[in-house]
Every structure is written in structure tokens, then in C-alpha cells.
């Protein structure tokens, strides 16, 4: 409910973080109740991503458009004009998805899930899930083409933040080597996130930027930079990913 959107991103990781978990721990768990939870939180999650989404591309903009001059600074004030209206109408929807009853029933689901847990017979071990996950993320790389698509790299740092949840999860059982893992799963998932984020600014830049030509030549260089961003973070990540 407040204006820090460090506040939100808090939230935001905590709904993917365990949204990771349940799917990964599925299988200690009753698959329908498992489920339901999943969908409730994926619903919350989109409302969470969409003003992040935009928090992280006003941060990012805003020192720099500012800094312009002339007819580029006015061209770059355009810009930010847009993205804090629509800052203001994706929060105002997230405020009202929030307000609304399916978010306490959200909330008391989780509470039924934790005082009693729907438990299943099966004697799958925390390491086991982790193990698990680790091999899916190693497998997708495995299968990357020598030029990954950013959809490509974007699915690997999915799977990269489940082995890193997973990992959490299984912390005391897996010592050093499960510590140095998720430190090193961070770095990947901080590479992969960068990439992403220059997509997404790309992405909007091709709607938000008018025809003017002040407004065209700030928007190529922007796309300029963002593509070297993409190119940098890529580079990254196959430099990180043999550690």
C-alpha cells in the first residue's frame, strides 16, 4: 500500500519465491491444493510484475532523460510524462485487485496451508527436489543454440531462480557447496534479470517514443543502448555459467 517500490519488489520476490517452492516441493504435498495455491498467487504475481515492471523502467529513465538538453530533454520529459501515468493506473489497478475479496482469500488459504499442511505419502527428500531442478536448469542450457533468442535466455533464468529456491530449501542439508551454488545462482539470476530489463525498456520505448524527430533520434539511441545492454548481460552469463 506504500509508495516505496523497493517495498513492492519485496513482495513481488516473496509471491515468485514461494510460488518456486510449491512447485518444486509438489510432490510432499497434495497436487489439487498445490495447485490452486499456485494459480491464486500467479494472479497476484501479474498484478505485482506489471507496476515493477514499470518502477524499474522509471528508475533507470529518469537520471537519464533528465540529464538532456534542448529539444531531446523535452522529447525525454514526454516519456516520463507517460510511464508515471501509467506507473499511476497500473498501481491503482494492483490497489484494487488487493482491496478486492480474492486477495484475503489468497492470505487465508496460506494460513490453512501452513497451520495444516495437506500432506502427502511420499518420500521425496528436500535435496531430491533440489537435485531436480538443478538438472532442468542444466539441461536447458545445455540445449541453448550458439546465439540464445532473449525468450530462449529468459526461460533459462526461470529455471535458474527454481534450482536457486530449491537450494534454499535444501541450505542445511547441502553445506559449503549448497551455499557457494546459490551465491553463484544469484550472480546468474542478476545477469539474466539485466537482459530482461532491457528488453522490457526496448519494448516500451517502441510505444512511448512520439514521431517527432527530436523524440526518433533519442529513441534510437536508447534502443542503441539497450541492445548493447542485451549483448553484455548475454556475454555474462556464459562467461558465469562453467563457475
Known amino acids: 500500500a506504500g509508495r516505496d517500490p523497493e517495498h513492492l519488489h519485496e513482495m513481488r520476490v516473496a509471491v515468485r519465491r514461494l510460488r518456486a517452492i510449491l512447485r518444486a516441493s509438489r510432490g510432499l504435498f497434495d497436487a489439487t491444493w498445490v495447485d490452486r495455491l499456485r494459480d491464486e498467487l500467479d494472479w497476484l504475481g501479474g ?83 533440489a537435485a531436480t531442478e538443478w538438472k532442468r536448469l542444466r539441461k536447458a542450457v545445455q540445449k541453448l543454440p550458439g546465439r540464445p533468442s532473449v525468450d530462449e535466455l529468459h526461460a533459462v533464468r526461470i529455471k535458474v531462480k527454481r534450482a536457486r529456491y530449491a537450494a534454499e530449501l535444501a541450505r542445511a542439508a547441502a553445506g559449503e557447496r549448497g551455499k557457494r551454488f546459490i551465491h553463484q545462482a544469484k550472480k546468474l539470476q542478476d545477469i539474466l534479470g539485466d537482459l530482461q530489463d532491457a528488453v522490457v525498456l526496448e519494448q516500451y520505448l517502441h510505444d512511448a517514443i512520439d514521431r517527432t524527430e527530436p523524440a526518433q533520434a533519442l529513441g534510437k539511441d536508447l534502443v542503441k543502448r539497450q541492445r548493447k545492454r542485451r549483448k553484455k548481460a548475454r556475454t555474462a552469463f556464459f562467461e558465469e555459467w562453467p563457475k
Open 47 to 129: 498484478g505485482l510484475g506489471l507496476v515493477r515492471d514499470l518502477d524499474v523502467l522509471y528508475t533507470y529513465l529518469r537520471p537519464r532523460l533528465t540529464a538532456l538538453e534542448g529539444a531531446e530533454h523535452r522529447a525525454g520529459q514526454r516519456v516520463l510524462r507517460r510511464l508515471s501515468a501509467d506507473r499511476t493506473r497500473a498501481r491503482a489497478d494492483l490497489n484494487e485487485a488487493l482491496d478486492s475479496p480474492r486477495y484475503p482469500r489468497i492470505l487465508e488459504q496460506l494460513e490453512t496451508f501452513l497451520s495444516r499442511p495437506p500432506a502427502s505419502e511420499s518420500d521425496v527428500s528436500l535435496p531430491d527436489v
